[in-house]
């Protein structure tokens, strides 16, 4: 089975100071993790993915997450935040050996506020 | 591209009422999602379809119905309406088994049931 905690509801943080948004996960094999921004009355929008590779990961908008396995997370941070970042913000995990589904599971989201 | 698309953006409907959501893609993706999304719920799936003509349920699909007649649309029914069903949802589509692995959202529908 596969999970996703964001142990945050929300998290607050000042314009141009560095922000971090927490996810951890559980699967039983090699993750497939994903990060999604959703701004008011929007979809959800794709920032970023770690399949392989560098568990350094840069997307959109300037965000970078971390694949760190021994912890199991897969943190989402920013280096200067900006108050348009305040969105809900989504981390989501799959496990590739789950079969032809290909279902994803999302945490419950994090609600960013970045104040002027 | 347009994308995903979802009509209507919004509705009211009455206890008992039915309507179905409509979904298109013009990505040429093979799978679609429905999800629902409640305050403090994120985003759970009620049914899915991995192509054309095939369905299957998700982690909630008492009181839906969908249909995948069609590659690009994905149709959601509500068959009789409940208060429960007020949320909002969400279609989605993937690009696989050959492409990048991430979602692609639709804007949204917000159903609300009186």
């Known amino acids: 089975a596969q999970s996703v905690a964001q142990p945050e509801d929300q998290v607050n943080v000042a314009e141009g100071n560095p922000l971090t948004v927490k996810c951890t996960y559980s699967?039983?094999?090699?993750?497939?993790l994903f990060w999604y921004v959703q701004y008011p009355n929007r979809g959800l929008q794709f920032l970023l993915k770690y399949i392989t590779g560098d568990n350094l990961v840069k997307g959109s908008y300037g965000f970078e997450a971390e694949f760190n396995k021994s912890q199991t997370s897969f943190h989402l941070k920013k280096p200067s935040a900006l108050v348009s970042d305040s969105a809900l913000y989504f981390c989501?995990?799959?496990?590739?050996?789950?079969?032809?589904?290909?279902?994803?599971?999302f945490g419950r989201g994090t609600s960013l506020i970045v104040h002027p | 591209n347009a994308g995903v698309t979802q009509t209507p953006k919004f509705r009211v409907l009455k206890t008992g009422q039915s309507m179905t959501l409509l979904c298109a893609q013009d990505m040429n993706h093979e799978y679609m999602y429905w999800y629902r999304q409640d305050p403090g719920m994120g985003l759970r799936l009620i049914h899915y379809?991995?192509?054309?003509?095939?369905?299957a349920k998700g982690e909630v699909p008492d009181g839906y119905n969908v249909s995948r007649l069609k590659k690009q649309n994905f149709l959601l029914g509500l068959e009789s309406a409940a208060p429960s069903q007020t949320s909002v949802y969400f279609c989605?589509?993937?690009?696989?088994?050959?492409?990048?692995?991430?979602?692609?959202f639709g804007p949204g529908t917000r159903l609300t049931v009186l």
């Open positions: 379809s991995v192509g054309e003509g095939t369905t």
């Open positions: 699967v039983s094999g090699n993750p497939y």
């Open positions: 989605a589509s993937i690009n696989l088994p050959n492409g990048g692995n991430e979602q692609f």
């Open positions: 989501a995990v799959r496990d590739p050996r789950a079969g032809g589904s290909y279902i994803p599971t």
